[in-house]
């Protein structure tokens, strides 16, 4: 039997050829807040092998189908129902699409070929999301979900990854049909050819200070033996952006940093002095650690596919194809010894490494980022997972806390939306029950999602819930007062933490002592299911530490 061969034939309702379709696919999960419209598909998943995650709000459904799209590399599937249902997968789509995760979404219409309701909640779903989406279809005949199915998991799982969108009016879904299941098949990329290969390890040959830069797509493909070979055999120094944490260990001696601010750190300075940049899995929805210029730096782009040229990227060599492999095999034309000087680099990496540890003992309570930071990494293994979700905190994680496996740091430095960190770490538990989860939270972002607190305890996971509360928008009002305005209008009042995590069954902490933290993080780990530790935190440190210190010291070693 070729992989393209059918494998159903028999008549059954449209509802039933759609999770079977999905069967096919080896979907696992449905994340959804369903519908009336969803009814019939419902009825379909009550007897498939597929599981049902039923969660309390339709973004909580798709950050979580987004977040196994990310982590395993095939699509996670959410659904919900027409209208105000579908138009909370918005934000998720756009997270999925600039974040490069692969996502399936399903939602449901009013009839299409007769219907007596009018426009009752009816919006152009699919016109929506066709900006934020790879792809946007509504399925109009039965017959065409097989096709459509396995186009969209094509779509949503080939570089680069993202979003697509399934509308399946209801009268559609109880229609009959006969179409066959198709089998889905295995992609593969073509790998760099010789001549870009030979190009580029020239490059490197007679570059005197290169450094490799480690960017999202290298975290997305299982890319880590090949890079850390690479960086082994050449011993050339590397860095990551945020998204590109974990995927060569960062505890090497080589590892120069992570590109947690967009200029003015000492890893700017290692930049600056570079005269070529091996860039792998750029992608340039992250802000960019560097600007090329003409006459300027030499810049070798090696990804899935050729690079996004603007004015301040031009790559001089692209090497495009199976990153990995593109990577085996430059590494195979660089045998022999290369010249490097790396007396530079080693100063960044020694003042990068003083100014990341300092504070790390800091006693002061409310707990400061530097101490936070450091008690978090005390407590989690190599393979243990941090997901973030978005405030400044997350710039002191990506650039103090040290990551030693691909996928070990979740954050999105893509859209950077708030909301998402609960969800990610929800659906890292589930798969990956026995590895410690922690996310890490601002009081903003958690109470936008924090109803799915019910949704972890109900699915029995194991995951620990930290909120660093100082009742505000604190990365905004550290904006408002780094550009000279009042401290005005950005505080609110938060639940009693605590009793709110009780109420759904979860198990609440308050730090009072700083002392009391890293015990705190042990003994809920240590107990299993959902604990949440209220944790007020200090964010006076931002200023002096980020902005002033770096200013007066950085680019002066």
């Known amino acids: 039997m070729s992989p393209s061969t059918p494998i159903a034939t028999i008549p059954t309702k449209a509802s039933d050829l759609l999770v079977a379709a999905l069967e096919a696919e080896g979907v696992e999960y449905i994340f959804a807040v369903p519908g009336e419209e969803n009814l019939d598909v419902l009825e379909s998943l009550r007897t498939s092998k597929i599981e049902l995650v039923l969660t309390r709000h339709e973004q909580g459904a798709a950050f979580m189908a987004a977040t196994y799209g990310r982590l395993t590399g095939k699509a996670g599937v959410c659904m919900a129902t027409l209208g105000p249902g579908a138009t909370n997968f918005a934000t998720p789509a756009a997270y999925a699409h600039l974040g490069g995760m692969p996502l399936i979404m399903i939602t449901g219409q009013k009839p299409i070929k007769k219907s007596k309701q009018g426009q009752f909640q009816i919006i152009d779903v699919v016109g929506l999301f066709a900006p934020i989406c790879k792809m946007s279809k509504q399925i109009v005949h039965g017959n ?42 295995p992609r593969h990329y073509a790998v760099a050819g ?59 001696e080589l590892f120069l940093g992570t590109a947690a601010l967009s200029d003015g750190d000492y890893l700017h300075c290692a930049i600056d002095r570079a005269d070529l940049i091996i860039n792998v899995g750029h992608d340039v929805v992250e802000k960019p650690p560097f600007f090329m210029e003409e006459g300027g730096t030499k810049v070798i782009h090696v990804n899935y596919k050729a690079a996004q040229v603007d004015q301040v990227y031009f790559p001089q060599v692209e090497v495009v194809g199976d990153l990995a492999q593109s990577i085996v095999r430059l590494g195979e034309k660089l045998v022999g010894p290369l010249e490097f000087d790396r007396s530079y680099f080693e100063r960044v990496k020694l003042e990068t490494d003083l100014h990341t540890s300092a504070g790390a003992d800091d006693a002061r309570f409310p707990v400061i980022p530097q101490r936070f930071v450091a008690d978090t990494r005390k407590v989690m293994g190599d393979c243990d997972i941090i997901a973030l979700d978005n405030g400044i905190y997350k ?13 070990t740091v979740l954050l999105d430095n893509a859209l950077a939306t708030m909301g998402a960190g609960l969800p990610s770490a929800m659906m890292a538990a589930k798969l990956y ?42 990365m905004i009002r550290w904006k408002q007062s780094h550009a000279g305005f009042d401290d005005w209008g950005l505080e609110f009042n938060n639940p009693d933490f605590v009793q709110y995590a009780n109420s759904y069954g979860a198990t609440g902490h308050r730090i009072e002592r700083t002392e009391d933290l890293v015990p705190t993080f042990e003994a809920a780990f240590a107990a299993g299911g959902v604990h949440l530790i209220d944790l007020p935190v200090d964010y006076s440190e931002n200023q002096r530490v980020l902005i002033d210190e770096l200013a007066a010291k950085a680019c002066l070693i």
């Open 194 to 252: 010789d001549t870009v290969l030979n190009e580029a390890a020239d490059l490197i040959r007679a570059a005197k200070m290169p450094l490799l830069l480690l960017g999202a797509g290298a975290n997305r493909k299982h890319a880590r033996s090949a890079l850390s070979q690479f960086v082994k055999d050449t011993q050339i120094p590397f860095f990551n952006t945020q998204m590109g944490k974990g995927v060569v260990d960062e505890r090497s």
């Open 395 to 407: 710039i002191w994680y990506a650039r103090n806390y040290q990551a030693y496996q691909p996928n």
């Open 144 to 185: 065409t979900i097989p096709s459509l199915i396995r186009e969209a998991f094509r779509v949503a799982q080939e570089e680069r990854p993202g979003a697509v969108l399934l509308e399946l009016p209801e009268d559609i879904a109880a229609e009959e049909t006969d179409e066959p299941v198709l089998k889905p098949h």
């Open 433 to 474: 029950p026995d590895r410690r989860v922690m996310a890490i939270c601002g009081d903003g972002g958690f109470m936008m999602n924090s109803q799915e607190i019910e949704t972890a305890v109900r699915l029995g996971l194991n995951l620990v819930v930290t909120v660093l509360n100082d009742s505000s928008y604190g």
